[in-house]
């Protein structure tokens, strides 16, 4: 017996025949987005501003990832609002603990200062 | 107008029609679910994470080069382009490039894996252990070896599955779909590396 396809017949076209010249060009980008956080771990900056570039750039990193290896562009844009906003969602939320991370480090206002923390 | 087009236009599509839901099929649907529910898993670490170094008084800063950790991100980023080009040879029905190329993915995932694993070895050596580190403190090593070593049992879940599905696919008893809903998970593993390698080792060189 033949199972049936798993793919309907209204499913968008294979996008996998894309040209190998588009997928290197995203894989260069990738690239050099990750040498570029490399070179900013030996910038001579803030703590603060190197978390938030390498977030930033992270985030690029990981889009082109998600939109083109993994093809979410090509797929229906319901799709795509769903993976993204349901994520999305959960990782926003997820949050909530960073205002607590710096009363523990300024001890302040609820707490007592952790010992050591605020004399350094 | 036939009947089964007036039940089209009658109800969404995936209510009632049988269509799958935005016209994607079970199993990639399924993936992208884990996908998402993994991406919390591995968000929820690194917040957990980022918690523990913002509220400790001292954090250590142990790491001395990047050129390992440089290498392992080169090799996963070149392995999610293998792994491309592997679900397009299949895709087109090219059964023998698909699987070389699928075979070279596994590859870099298993060097990708060794290199770690000495990594791992070197901090080791050097006094690291879950609960205990040369350097001060010991939430370090607990946080260090929790992310890197749920990111580490991907990667070789992944290499299995890889491999399993590769030769299945060879032999005919899997399609180029099951090829892609695989790379889909290679590719989240790629991505979630791009998020460790900042946070767990570029933000915690010693300079």
């Known amino acids: 017996m033949v199972d049936a396809p798993d793919v309907q017949k209204h499913e968008p076209p294979a996008r996998y025949t894309d040209p190998i010249r588009r997928y290197l060009i995203i894989y260069f980008c990738i690239l050099v987005l990750a040498a570029l956080q490399f070179f900013i771990a030996y910038a001579h900056i803030g703590a603060t501003a190197k978390f938030e570039r390498m977030l930033l750039i992270a985030i690029a990193e990981a889009g082109l990832a998600l939109m083109f290896f993994m093809h979410l562009w090509a797929e229906r844009r319901g799709f795509l609002v769903f993976v993204i906003v349901f994520t999305g969602f959960v990782l926003i939320a997820m949050q909530y603990g960073w205002t607590d991370s710096y009363r523990m480090e300024l001890g302040a206002p609820y707490s007592q200062p952790k010992q050591g923390v605020l004399h350094q | ?207």
């Not at chain 2, 397009?88 to 995932?109: D, E, I, N, P, Y």
Request: one cysteine or more.
């Open chain 2, 1 to 207: 107008m036939g009947q089964a087009d007036l039940i089209m236009e009658a109800h969404a599509p995936g209510l009632t029609t049988g269509i799958p839901p935005f016209s994607v099929s079970a199993k990639k649907m399924a993936i992208w679910l884990f996908i998402i529910a993994d991406a919390a898993t591995f968000a929820a670490c690194l917040v957990a994470y980022g918690f523990l170094r913002n509220g400790a008084a001292y954090w250590p800063r142990p790491f001395h080069s990047i050129t390992n950790v440089a290498i392992m991100t080169f090799i996963l980023l070149t392995s999610s382009l293998t792994m491309l080009l592997g679900v397009r040879a299949a895709k087109v029905g090219a059964r023998s490039a698909a699987f070389g190329w699928t075979l070279l993915t596994a590859l870099g995932g298993i060097v990708f894996a060794l290199l770690h694993i000495r990594e791992w070895l070197g901090l080791i050596s050097e006094g690291m252990s879950m609960f205990h580190n040369q350097w001060g403190n010991p939430l370090f090593g607990a946080s260090f070896f929790s992310i890197t070593g749920l990111h580490l049992l991907h990667v070789t879940a992944g290499v299995v599955a890889l491999l399993v599905v590769g030769i299945r696919y060879t032999r005919g008893r899997y399609n180029a779909d099951d090829l892609e809903v695989t790379g889909l998970y290679w590719h989240f593993v790629d991505l979630v590396w791009m998020f460790v390698v900042p946070f767990v080792y570029l933000l915690n060189l010693s300079q």
